[in-house]
């Protein structure tokens, strides 16, 4: 069992910034693929960003060039920038880990933008 723990969200004015922490357990950690989600009311749930065990990243095309994803493995960590924030950033946001095909979830931490 891998236990998945967000953390970092809040309100936020749009145009500002937060930065989302996701700490996974396992002592595997550097292998696990990382994903962020986010779910906003009336909408599906959509992935936002990846990273790989060797850091390739992917994102969704409205988040380009204001989201970063990282890793710090040795803490067990991976990390959201989130610039240029929107009201349509506005959702929960959910940290996924992968381990051996098998997927783990985080509770979830709300991020809203707004003025």
């Known amino acids: 069992q891998v236990q998945v723990v967000e953390s970092g969200g809040g309100l936020v004015q749009p145009g500002g910034s937060l930065r989302l922490s996701c700490a996974a357990s396992?002592?595997?950690?550097?292998?696990?693929?990382m994903a962020w989600y986010r779910h906003a009311p009336g909408k599906q749930r959509e992935l936002v960003a990846s990273?790989?065990?060797?850091?390739?990243?992917d994102y969704v095309d409205s988040v380009k060039g204001r989201f970063t994803f990282s890793r710090d493995n040795a803490k067990n960590t991976v990390y959201l920038q989130m610039n240029s924030l929107q009201p349509e950033d506005t959702a929960v946001y959910y940290c996924?880990?992968?381990?051996?095909?098998?997927?783990?979830w985080g509770q979830g931490t709300q991020v809203t933008v707004s003025s």
């Open positions: 990273i790989t065990s060797s850091g390739t990243t």
């Open positions: 396992g002592s595997a950690f550097s292998l696990y693929h």
């Open positions: 996924r880990a992968i381990r051996q095909f098998v997927p783990f």
